[in-house]
């Protein structure tokens, strides 16, 4: 089913969301709330300049006094870089709100929900105050995702049981359904609060397969093969232009193959890697033909072996030995010494 939100029909909108994903006021008042995500963020590594403790009745008292009466209450940090910090406790425990503000701004920037020292609730808010997205945990394992464009237009609806993505809906600024995933299987939109297309993914079971990121003026930018978080296959970079900059091969979250990298759409170097690691011999071509400049000999990426330069008149050769300059002489001699160590142990 597509549906088209519209300012005329924002209604529509809220009773969509409200049957696809239950309500915060619904999830508090059948009392499960209280069963999510320990959190309790510091004021992240910035300096505080100033604390303030208010009694959980309203009145400002002393560090050592709200301690005394059960350290319940309000805590108001300031912070170096102008941001304010209030946080609400019982018993020495987040319950209740906390919010951050913009530097030197009484915009809340942040703002999360806890009971008893379990966050059930993050929100995030553009500079103007308005709402920029939304988590809710509904256990544990269960989280709701809103995000809005800027001018308040849904964005993005999701929901996650244990981080694999098993719902969604993405819309365009327009309020048109562009993309869904229904059964952890689907396609992924994500756009700029501005509406810019940024990336487009593909998803099975609930895992991200294959992504798409994109330039502002939307030509692509690169596209990668995933398996379970990690990159595996082929992976590709482009230029704004869309000419190749990067082709490369991943296995298991590392380089293993060979990488190619272009100048103007023509390769000029071919680097290979095994598991990881730069292991055999790097070519570098000149730029438009297929003719060899410069061959580097690695291993475990260290350069080990002979490197070539190749120059119109002559051909300049250096010997390496795990990444350290040797003479070709030394360099035969310890192979050799490698190689009999080798068949003795065998």
């Not at 059964?183 to 993914?201: P, V």
């Not at 190749?244 to 990488?259: A, F, S």
């Not at 690691?277 to 730029?287: A, D, N, T």
């Amino acid at each position: 089913m597509k549906f088209f939100p519209t300012k005329s029909n924002n209604h529509m909108v809220t009773t969509m969301k409200r049957r696809l994903f239950p309500s915060i006021r619904f999830c508090s008042a059948l009392g499960v709330c209280s069963l999510f995500a320990v959190g309790c963020n510091s004021s992240s590594q910035e300096e505080v300049v100033k604390t303030s403790y208010y009694h959980a009745y309203g009145p400002k008292v002393t560090e050592g006094a709200w301690q005394a009466q059960g350290s319940s209450g309000e805590v108001v940090e300031m912070l170096k870089n102008g941001v304010e910090v209030r946080r609400e406790y019982r018993g020495g425990i987040p319950h209740g709100v906390t919010t951050w503000t913009f530097p030197y701004s009484k915009v809340i920037e942040r703002t999360e929900e806890f009971d008893n020292g379990r966050r059930f609730l993050t929100s995030k808010n553009y500079d103007n105050g308005s709402p920029k997205s939304q988590e809710q945990w509904l256990t544990p394992e269960h989280r709701i995702v809103h995000s809005w464009y800027i001018d308040g237009a849904p964005r993005i609806i999701e929901e996650y049981l244990s981080d694999r993505l098993t719902e969604g809906q993405y819309f365009t600024g327009i309020g048109e359904v562009e993309g869904s995933v229904s059964a952890g299987n689907g396609t992924k939109i994500d756009r700029s609060s501005d509406g810019k297309l940024m990336a487009r993914e593909q998803i099975a079971s609930g895992d991200v397969i294959s992504r798409e990121t994109f330039y502002p003026s939307g030509q692509v930018r690169e596209v990668i093969s995933l398996i379970r978080g990690k990159r595996d296959g082929q992976s590709r970079r482009y230029a704004e232009g869309g000419e190749p900059l990067v082709i490369e091969h991943w296995k298991k979250g590392l380089l293993d193959g060979l990488q190619l990298v272009f100048e103007g759409g023509q390769p000029v170097r071919q680097i290979p890697y095994v598991r990881g690691l730069k292991s055999g011999v790097e070519i570098h071509l000149r730029p438009g033909t297929e003719d060899i400049v410069e061959e580097i000999s690695w291993y475990n990426d260290q350069r080990h072996g002979v490197s070539k330069t190749y120059l119109a008149d002559q051909t300049i050769a250096e010997w390496f030995w795990k990444g350290g300059r040797v003479s070709e002489e030394q360099f035969s001699i310890r192979n050799r010494a490698t190689l009999v160590s080798m068949r003795s142990e065998h």
